[in-house]
T-cell receptor, first 113, second 115 residues
Framework: LAKTTQPISMDSYEGQEVNITCSHN???????ITWYQQFPSQGPRFIIQ???TKVTNEVASLFIPADRKSSTLSLPRVSLSDTAVYYC??????????????FGKGTTLSVSS | EAGVAQSPRYKIIEKRQSVAFWCNPI?????LYWYQQILGQGPKLLIQ????????DSQLPKDRFSAERLKGVDSTLKIQPAKLEDSAVYLC?????????????FGQGTRLTVV
């Protein structure tokens, strides 16, 4: 499994766009990139998944350059409720044996007013 | 759609005692995971089931931890005997594990305190 490196923490203010970058230099050809969000006293929650280029949903965007050695989770106009830990996961795509979900240390995002 | 159910929510035991956690995944989800999350750290995968078969249990301390998923639905995780370092939140998650539905859904976890 590819090792991931993320900043330990980030600070932002309400209304700003936040970009969290994850490095995964040893990503394999078949690996997908997935981001989860975790609030205190709750289990992680799926945010977005991608393989290449750009993926956007109602919550976030995921930018993946052509070499796929890094990815950036973009949160538009954050609010106080976006304060959480964000995890970048890189691993096998879903297959018959299920998806491997290996979490690293994550990035603690703190949003202030 | 009902979420992943876990019980109990909290448990306090003395070291060397035994404890069991229960998980009921989302209906139809073939893949079930158990994680251990120590305060301040990311979740650590203990075991992954696909239906009632084990896919990965490489990080499960098999001398004291055991897990089963009978009939490919509910699952139990047991610790016997518990150590102080087992104090953590134990999370259960489930997923379809398919390209169309890749996301895993997590329960709220069981917070275990070993004293």
């Amino acid at each position: 499994l590819a090792k991931t490196t993320q900043p330990i923490s980030m600070d932002s203010y309400e209304g700003q766009e936040v970009n969290i970058t994850c490095s995964h230099n040893n990503i394999a050809t078949n690996d997908y990139i997935t981001w989860y969000q975790q609030f205190p006293s709750q289990g992680p929650r799926f945010i977005i998944q991608g393989y290449k280029t750009k993926v956007t949903n109602e919550v976030a965007s995921l930018f993946i350059p052509a070499d796929r050695k890094s990815s950036t989770l973009s949160l538009p106009r954050v609010s106080l409720s976006d304060t959480a830990v964000y995890y970048c996961l890189v691993g096998d795509p879903p297959n018959q044996a299920g998806t491997a979900l290996i979490f690293g240390k994550g990035t603690t995002l703190s949003v202030s007013s | 759609e009902a979420g992943v159910a876990q019980s109990p929510r909290y448990k306090i035991i003395e070291k060397r005692q035994s404890v069991a956690f229960w998980c009921n995944p989302i209906s139809g989800h073939a893949t079930l995971y158990w994680y251990q999350q120590i305060l301040g750290q990311g979740p650590k995968l203990l075991i992954q089931f696909q239906n009632n078969g084990v896919v990965d249990d490489s990080q499960l301390p098999k001398d004291r931890f055991s897990a089963e998923r009978l009939k490919g639905v509910d699952s139990t995780l047991k610790i016997q005997p518990a150590k102080l370092e087992d104090s953590a939140v134990y999370l259960c998650a489930s997923s379809y594990g398919t390209p169309i539905n890749p996301e895993a859904f997590f329960g709220q976890g069981t917070r275990l305190t070993v004293v």
